[in-house]
């Protein structure tokens, strides 16, 4: 079975842009959560998305979104970037709604803002 | 988001030894689950416990879910070169809202040959 897959695995972009970042789950698996990991915060939690619809979401500002298409696939986009968003952005996937039900990450979007 | 607390922030050992690190939180957690994550790469999990008091292991990792269900530990024994890395915990917590995850601050792990 394949893992979670993250495209693309490196970016770089210039302040001021916007980046759209994707994710496939784990075939069935129809959560999809994305983190952001840079060496001083861990692994800060973005947002989360089940069935298309955002469930939960993180303390970040409204540059970050996402959302989640029907084949559970998801996309995460950052507008008007800037230096501080430089970071591994994580997506996770799990399969249900139940505390037996880890979380599965891909390798991660590498992002470097200049 | 919370985050747990776990300790030692780093490890330095020779190759051969065993390994001990753990989490604590303020909160109960329905699971932990313990994490490592490779230089340039996404964390894979490890071990996954689902019941306070549970002892699981994996190869030459164990992990202990505590009785409070706000504590786990992971041991590391005859450690490998291999091993280096920076290791997670995770709570996890079933909420209306579905599933949440809260991680630790990670250990990470050097092993001298």
């Known amino acids: 079975k394949a893992g979670v897959t993250q495209t693309p695995r490196y970016l770089i972009k210039t302040r001021g842009q916007q980046v759209t970042l994707s994710c496939s789950p784990i075939s069935g698996h129809r959560s999809v959560s994305w983190y952001q990991q840079t060496p001083g915060q861990g692994l800060q939690f973005l947002f989360e998305y089940f069935s298309e619809t955002q469930r939960n979401k993180g303390n970040f500002p409204g540059r970050f979104s996402g959302r989640q298409f029907s084949n559970s696939r998801s996309e995460m986009n950052v507008s008007t970037l800037e230096l501080g968003d430089s970071a591994l952005y994580l997506c996770?996937?799990?399969?249900?709604?139940?505390?037996?039900?880890?979380?599965?990450f891909g390798n991660g979007t590498r992002l470097t803002v200049t | 988001g919370q985050q747990l607390n776990q300790s030692p922030q780093s490890m330095f050992i020779q190759e051969g030894e065993d390994v001990s690190m753990n989490c604590t939180s303020s909160s109960i957690f329905n699971t932990w689950l313990w994490y490592k994550q490779d230089p340039g790469e996404g964390p894979v999990l490890l071990i996954a416990?689902?019941?306070?008091?549970e002892l699981t292991s994996n190869g030459r990792l164990t992990a202990q879910f505590g009785i409070t269900r706000k504590d786990s530990f992971l041991n590391i024994s005859a450690s490998i070169p291999s091993d280096v890395g920076i290791y997670f915990c995770a709570g996890q917590l079933l909420a209306n809202t579905g599933n949440q995850f809260y991680f630790g601050t990670g250990t990470s792990l050097t092993v001298i040959p």
């Open positions: 416990l689902y019941k306070a008091g």
């Open positions: 996770a996937s799990s399969l249900l709604d139940s505390y037996n039900s880890p979380l599965h």
